[in-house]
């Protein structure tokens, strides 16, 4: 693969997570959020596959399965899963319009803001590299403060975790552009954790939805000073 | 020796795995005292082999003990014990299961499952595997959160859910950089051995980031403000041996991960950066719980807050660099007898009084000596008086600010520990001293015998409280594996 | 110490005269006929020869107070550099053990007023520990000031130096700090304008109230103590003004000198006060701050104002 | 091993030996058995402090885990004066306890923490460096806080009052810390020897003084740091308040002059200054207060902090006056420092003994409720008279014979050799005369008051008449007491001596004892020798005893009548003056300064508004060092810890804000 057509690669699938990190933060129905969150896992795998390509590694074919089986498919598949036709009733709501805590506008101005930060940190830091992939980690960072921004302003306790996981993509996505992943122990291994989070977040979502009717996180105010 | 790093990580997963087996009910009850015992047993075994051997034992590149990870281990057990131990109810309390809860298995499988974790996380030798370990107490304490399955303590869980892994995962984006900065050379590693010693060349632009979000996102967990928000709520939620557990040592082995990034970026970049944000958020720290310690309505909350308090104090430590590091140590193993005691205490506190409010439990001396007295004891240690040891910490640490010229840092923190000295000073007298509130026109209730019950094993606690007191003074081992530790930290092998 | 006890006796003969003395000048001057400068012995001679009567409940302090008071008066008298300026090396008038001397027999007295239980003895003693408390730093101010031209708080070896040098008398600091001394000196023997000596309006009394519930020998050691007081402090006074014909040696001539000129002296500033006396009004209790503060003021400029000019 | 560290051992030892004697479970045998222990330590410990005192060297030195530098503990001369005088205070209390204190004050806590508390303060002054210094000072510190709560389940007061004790003990704890930390850091150790050698007038040297006179200067109860004396005193159980009055507060007397005598010899002259306007203003602030108190305990822990204004007034004195090289006054200052404290010491554990007893015997600290004990507890009067003495400064007392010295050291020290040699001493010294004057006059009338009222005349009120006198052991502790008193007034030459030995020596010596071993500071031409003065006393007080005994031979009988009381049938003992009718002069002329809260409530009868039915006065005295500088920073704290919540107030997302914001913060910083 020749050193353009490697950069243009990444640049496609840079673009990619991009536009579905901000897809994330822009849909407001909960499902839509949350297929954006899959075509983001998506992108991610095509980004490792490119990156694998490129450093003729063996070793990140693994990866690539995790990362593909992992974000594009069981993760959504979690947020998504209805469990008993009762619940799955009255989780209608709540797969509904999400009701955000800014004005939309506002939170996609937000974003484009971050990844104005995003890039100005980064880019000091990647602008020496030799590695066109490296040059494109701005994107990755930026993926993290939206990601944040989706857990900020979204209210929803599947929302939210879809902002984790966005956040959480937006790491893999600077970990794969700057440095070819992590070592493989340490992929495992943080996925692992990743979906462990996601599954128990999910059962307190149940939870909050037989005791508190829905899952308003908003409505849990009771602790506090 | 391989034997010695796998036991504190396999032997409490494996007792993990067997209580949820239906018959052995009465491991069940036990498996976490045996797990922190085999990770006490295994730190000071760590500890005199360490100190005897000279070279630190390794286990494929991924474990190792050195003197500050044997340190840690054997404050991880130590303060696990008491926690475990002193957090066994009295067989006769135990009230019936609930219709439809999880099976009673699982608590202590998820503690065995914590110790394990965080024995990992102090042994690890390679950042990422700390932070994957680190990760892993969070999954297991979030369902101890939630034991007790009541509205609140699913708003503490679902918090503690969000705030820590979204706060964790900052810290792994700044080990990615770090690993980034390391592929640059010849050899990519995230073995902080490999990083802080081997001199390679690394980018200090992207060290300086990666370390900067890597100490941001253990913060997370060490409770440090601003990233601290899940904690009162978590600790106050939890059943009191897990608050105990994850007050007394959970919080610092966070701080023991930050430490170790520190050292990485020492290395590369210098201490001055990484001291002025620990500065920063030591100081945060110390605002953030004086201020609301001082008009705090709820027991397990005030404890909480005082962790904060005193993780401020310990990262203040770690800001000043070397001089302080034995001190931050004997704060870390002082500061975790004693809070966890407290926090099992608390929970007495609560199963007896059926409350947790301040204003409600009121003259606890003259009611329930048996709890009082204890806790007693362990306030005043808490508040830093001799001859415990956070005296001999917090005045190491503070005599040791002056003399880098953190004069006004040092001030500013002396000036924060006197308000949430008094905040806690005033809350707890409130709470223990005083006549007993005479029952209406019939004194005869009121003058009820005096309730002389711990209401739980007695043991733990007057030995955590006992070593507490009688640990500063012992040069001879005290001494020479806290100066090892801090060596081992600084790079000296 | 001879010399000590020719004094105290001179002194304890000339007090009851001198109060015999100002009664008499008072009472011409407000034209009256007056009962004779001899009338105050006759007064102790009666008072000794009769039987006390003390209140029930009170204890020992009633009957050892007003020796305590008449004692402190005579030990002052042997003190201070009245008849000679030569006193005992080893006792000498020392300021402050002066003015501690003086304390002991307020004091004596005020707990004299305590000890009767009834409401006008404690307003006594109340009053008079207050006027005594404002006194006290006019007192050793004004002798601070005094004491500086020599250096030495010894009363004696202040009144020897400005015996050598008269032009220290005239000095704005010594008018200052006698100005300061007398009025401490006034408030400190209980007269005009700070208590009125011969009043028995019970709302304005300071040192009689303290005295209501003394009788017989108590009462005579009580104003035999006031009494001496006044003349010891007269004496000191007139020393300080005009040394002269003080004994600065045991010389017996120059003793009896000393004697007939520390006689005259008192008895001198005795009739002055007495025609003060009357022109004078007593201030209210609460203006007595006022009052002490103006000489307060005086003596802290003398003292000031000597320190700065030597 | 020296002697002195054997001694020091055995304290260590008798220490532990009282504190497991105090687990004993019967009351009346522990009691008895770990006083005693208690008592013996102090004892041990007036040999650990006599020997430091006469130069011998040694101590007791032991590692700890951290710092790597081991503890020492080796007093010099000034520290074995100090232990000398915390083991006699400690002798006294510890006799006194197991004599008299039962219930709560005699519970196993209260007498584990005594052996702390008394240890605590023996080892103050030996400890020789800043580690060790801060150890033993808050041991000193949580015994006496412990031992406050004592009586906790008997008043509300008691736990406010250690609440205030402990913030104000750990702000004196963190001011001193700061100043070690300060000046550890510019001497490269922790070590006193090693602190001594920063230059004094280095800028952590200057910064060092301020906090540590801060530090000490709480802990002493200078104002405005004194608002826990008046509040813990009263609440502790009174051999504690004793000897918290006596022996702790003067550590941090100690601490001060560690400072100035010990570290810095040679401090610029505005130390001095700051310490005579401290302690200027506390002599008179304390004293007023205390003139106006009516409560016992409250009087005598004002009176407290007017003590230790003036000995740092005189310290401040010497400071001053040795960096304007007047060296005679400078010494006779130091000395009269020394003799301040020891006399207090004496005489305000007996005042506080005495108040306990008093306490004990009628139930009531409140002087308004007390009279004619001195008939029912002559002991006990008489040991409160002679002691009052003393805190009057009156003659024969110790408290005299030190005001004296401070007296001749401030009136010449304006002049050496008849010239002015400062402007600034000039004008300083007729000001302090003044204050100390104005002082002793105020101090005359408090104990006037005290025992006037609390011990004379007739009883106030039923608990007052049914007092009854103390035990055998609690006289005998009394009178120790007052016997010191007399002593060190009687016979002040040896003692002086003594005092000045502990000072580095100097040129000329500042004092020597003379005739009667009077005292001779010559260096200022002052001799006193109370001996000669007594016996001259004598002499003359047999012509009035002579006189009196021929006129109560002739009228040998006494009646006893009712009092005449202004000519009533019977004047009722609710007549008679009160503690507080007797301030009200003190309490007008001094409106502006104490500030009274005055209310007058009239009840007219029926539609008249000329009728009066009743009027209602009342009057009440508050520090207002307290209400004007303490209770509003203490409002806004508890205002801002009220409003403060709000940023912990359960929203998720607020929380997610904070993270937020701290990853954009630190992302943008380490970028830049």
Known sequence: MTQTSYAELIGVCAGALLLTSVLTVWYRSQRASVRALGAQGVALAALVAVVAIDRAEAELIPVIALVLVLKGLVLPWVLTRRRTPAAGARAGADHGEETMLLNPVAILVAAALLAVVAYAVTWPLVADSLSPAAHAAPVGVAMVLIGFLVLLTRRRAISQLVGFLALDNGIATVAFLISGGVPLLLEFGASLDILLVTLILVVFSRQMRTVFGDTDVDRMRELHD | MAFLLLLPIGLPLLLGGLVLAPPLRGLRRYSGVISSGAILVAGIAAIVLGSAGGSPLGLGGILRADALSAYMLAVVGAVALVATWGGLRPKEAREPQAAGARPRGAYAALVCVFLSAMSLAVLADNLGVMWVAIEATTIATAFLVGHNRTRRSLEAAWKYLVLAPVGVAIAFLGIVLIYAASTGTATATLSWADLTAHRIHLDPGLVRVGSALAVLGFATKAGLAPMHSWLPDAHSQAPSPVSALMSGVLLSVALYSILRVQAVANAVIGPEFLSALLIAGSLLSLAVAAALLIRQRDVKRMLAYSSIEHMGVMALGAAIGPSAIPAVLLYILSHGLIKASLFVLAGRILAVEGTSAVAEVRALLARRPGIAVPWLIGIVGLLGFPPFGIFFAELGILMAGWSVGMGLGVAAALALLLVAFAALVRLTVGMVFGAPPAAAGSPAVAATVPDRSPHGPAVPLALALGAAAVIPFLAAPIGSVLAAAAAALAGAR | ?310 | MTAVSWAMLLQFAFAGLAAALALLPAERIRSVLSGAASAVMSAVGVVTGVLAMNGVTGGLQFAVAVPAVPLTFAPDRLGGLFIVLASVIGLLVAVYGAASVRGASASRTAWFALPLFLMGMQLVPAAADAVSFLLVWEAMALGSTVLLLAEHAGSSRVSSAAVWYAVMSQLSFLFILAGFGVLSAAAGGTDFSALSAVAPASPPALLAFVLLVLGFGSKAGLVPLHVWLPRAHPEAPSHVSAAMSAAMVKMGIYGILLVVVRFFPGGPDWWGIVLLVLGGGSAVYGILQASVSSDLKVLLAYSTTENVGLIVLAIGASVLLTAHGITAAAGAAMLAALLLVVSHAVFKVTLFLAAGSVLHATGERNLDHLGGLGRRMPWTAAAFGIAALGAAALPISSGFVSEWVLLQSLVHGTRVGGAAVSVIVSIAMPIVVAVVALTAGLAVLTFVKAYGIGFLARPRSAAAAGAHESSRVVRAVLIAGAAGVVLLGLVPGPLATALVSVLPASGTPIVESAGLLGVNLPGLGAVLDPLVLVILTAVLASFVIIATLRSAWRNPQRIDAFAWGGGGERAQPRMQYTATSFAEPVVRVFDDVLQPARDVEVTHAGESRYLVNRVRFSQSVTDIVESRLYRPVLTVIDRFGVVVRRIQNGSIHLYLLYSFAAVIVVLVVATL
């Open chain 3, 1 to 310: 110490m001879l010399v000590a006890f020719v004094q105290v006796a001179l002194f304890t003969a000339l007090a009851p005269l001198l109060v015999g003395v100002t009664r008499q000048v008072r009472a011409r001057v407000e034209g009256r006929v007056g009962a004779g400068v001899l009338q105050p012995w006759r007064e102790l001679r009666k008072l000794l020869m009769k039987q006390p009567v003390r209140a029930r409940g009170s204890s020992w302090i009633l009957r050892a107070g007003p020796m305590v008071v008449a004692i402190s008066s005579l030990v002052l008298a042997a003190l201070l550099p009245l008849v000679t300026t030569v006193g005992g090396r080893l006792a000498p008038g020392d300021l402050f053990v002066v003015v501690s001397v003086l304390l002991i027999g307020a004091v004596a007295l005020a707990l004299v007023g305590l000890d009767g239980g009834t409401a006008f003895g404690g307003m006594g003693s109340s009053r008079h520990m207050t006027v005594l408390a404002l006194v006290e730093p006019t007192l050793l101010l004004a002798v601070y000031a005094l004491s500086i031209p020599t250096g030495s708080s010894n009363i004696a070896t202040i009144v020897d130096a400005r015996l050598a040098t008269p032009a220290i008398i005239v000095s704005p600091v010594g008018l200052l700090a006698m100005a300061a001394m007398i009025i401490a000196v006034m408030a400190e023997t209980g007269r005009l304008p700070v208590d009125n000596p011969t009043t028995h309006l019970e709302l304005t009394m300071i040192h009689e109230a303290m005295l209501l519930e003394s009788s017989a020998r108590d009462l005579a050691w009580l104003e035999f103590g006031s009494w001496l007081k006044l003349t010891v402090l007269l004496g000191l006074v007139g020393n300080l003004l005009a040394p002269w014909g003080v004994a600065t040696s045991n010389d017996p001539l120059a003793v009896v000198i000393g004697m007939a000129a520390a006689v005259g002296k008192v008895l001198v500033l005795g009739a002055i006060l007495a025609v003060a006396e009357v022109l004078l009004a007593k201030v209210r209790l609460f203006r007595v701050p006022e009052l002490l503060a103006g000489s307060f003021v005086l003596a802290f400029l003398a003292v000031a104002v000597s320190a700065m000019v030597s």
